[in-house]
T-cell receptor, first 112, second 116 residues
C-alpha cells in the first residue's frame, strides 16, 4: 500500500521561512505534487517534482529525494495570506495509469 | 476564464434520495476526476475519466456513479445517498493523467454535501 506522512499543523511568523516536510512509502513512484488549499476553497497547484533536487518558483521551492522517499515545500518571506493547508500528493504508476494519492495536509498558521 | 464549475455548492438531502452533482470544465481537458475530502483523511479519489466514455474507479467508488458522455461534463451520481457520504466533494480536470509537467489539476470550488 501507500503511506504519505506530513505534519498536521505548523505555526510560523510573518517574514520568516518555513519548511513543510512530506515522507512517503510507495511502489511505482512517479512524481510528487504540492497543492495549497485555503479554508473552504479548492486546492491550487504549487509544484511538481519527479527528479531529485530543488525546484524554485518565486517565494516557494520544492525539493525531492527519491531515494529517501522525502520531499519538502519551502516558503520564504511568509505572508499572512500563506496561512492555509498544504497538501502533498504522490503520483503512483499502476496498471491503469498514473494515480494521485494525497496526504492529509499540513495546516500552516502565519502569525504576526 | 479557464475554470471548473461544480453545482450545487451546498446541498442537504435525506437518506436514499438520488442526487447528482454536476461538474463542467471549459479547458477542453481530457482527464477529469472526483474526490471527497474528510477531516483527517485528506483527498480521496472516487472516480476518474481518461476521456469521453472512459471511466474507472478510484480509491472509494462504493455508492457513487459517474458518466462522461461529453468531454466538458463529468457528473457525480449518488443513487441512494447515506449519511457516511456527508463530505466535501471536489471535481478536478487536467490535460491528461497526472504525471507530466503540464498536467496540473484544476479543481472546482467544491460541493459540501450533508446527508441526514
Amino acid at each position: 500500500g501507500q503511506n504519505i506522512d506530513q505534519p498536521t499543523e505548523m505555526t510560523a511568523t510573518e517574514g520568516a521561512i518555513v519548511q513543510i516536510n512530506c515522507t512517503y512509502q510507495t511502489s511505482g513512484f512517479n512524481g510528487l505534487f504540492w497543492y495549497q488549499q485555503h479554508a473552504g476553497e479548492a486546492p491550487t497547484f504549487l509544484s511538481y517534482n519527479v527528479l531529485d533536487g530543488l525546484e524554485e518558483k518565486g517565494r516557494f521551492s520544492s525539493f525531492l529525494s527519491r531515494s529517501k522517499g522525502y520531499s519538502y515545500l519551502l516558503l520564504k518571506e511568509l505572508q499572512m495570506k500563506d496561512s492555509a493547508s498544504y497538501l502533498c500528493a504522490v503520483l503512483i504508476l499502476t496498471g491503469g495509469g498514473n494515480k494521485l494519492t494525497f496526504g492529509t495536509g499540513t495546516q500552516l498558521k502565519v502569525e504576526l | 476564464e479557464a475554470q471548473v464549475t461544480q453545482n450545487p455548492r451546498y446541498l442537504i438531502t435525506v437518506t436514499g434520495k438520488k442526487l447528482t452533482v454536476t461538474c463542467s470544465q471549459n479547458m477542453n481537458h481530457e482527464y477529469m476526476s472526483w474526490y471527497r475530502q474528510d477531516p483527517g483523511l485528506g483527498l480521496r479519489q472516487i472516480y476518474y475519466s481518461m476521456n469521453v466514455e472512459v471511466t474507472d474507479k478510484g480509491d472509494v467508488p462504493e455508492g457513487y456513479k459517474v458518466s462522461r458522455k461529453e468531454k466538458r461534463n463529468f457528473p457525480l451520481i449518488l443513487e441512494s445517498p447515506s449519511p457516511n457520504q456527508t463530505s466535501l466533494y471536489f471535481c478536478a480536470s487536467s490535460t491528461g493523467p497526472p504525471g507530466t509537467r503540464n498536467t496540473e489539476a484544476f479543481f472546482g470550488q467544491g460541493t459540501r454535501l450533508t446527508v441526514v
